[in-house]
């Protein structure tokens, strides 16, 4: 089992930045990647960013790719998400995920970031 905590969530004008962590816990050594999603409301979960922890590849989606940075320290068992040049269209509830080397899933329980115009 792996647990996850988002943290630094918030609510910020258009063009401002944010920087979420996701710590984890637990059997971390069976992890593979660990992304970022947001679930906008009415809305279906979107993938943002995935970082592979062995190689520190990522992937972004092309809603975020430029604006949000994704980055992992190894020491703290934390993954990141620098947010900058927020908008409105960003806010939802945003979760961490850590897949593992078999593919199963943990999530976070996610934080909320608001953009407001």
């Known amino acids: 089992q792996v647990q996850l905590v988002e943290s630094g969530g918030g609510l910020v004008q258009a063009g401002d930045s944010l920087r979420l962590s996701c710590a984890a816990s637990?059997?971390?050594?069976?992890?593979?990647?660990m992304g970022w999603f947001r679930q906008a409301p009415g809305k279906e979960r979107e993938a943002l960013a995935t970082i592979w922890l062995s190689a520190a590849s990522t992937y972004y989606s092309e809603s975020v790719k430029g604006r949000f940075t994704i980055s992992k320290d190894n020491a703290k068992n934390t993954v990141y998400l620098q947010m900058n040049s927020l908008k409105p269209e960003d806010t939802g509830v945003y979760y961490c995920?850590?897949?593992?080397?078999?593919?199963?899933?943990?999530w976070g329980q996610g934080t909320q970031v608001t953009v407001s115009s």
């Open positions: 995920r850590a897949q593992s080397r078999s593919g199963r899933d943990y």
């Open positions: 637990g059997q971390t050594s069976t992890t593979a990647t």
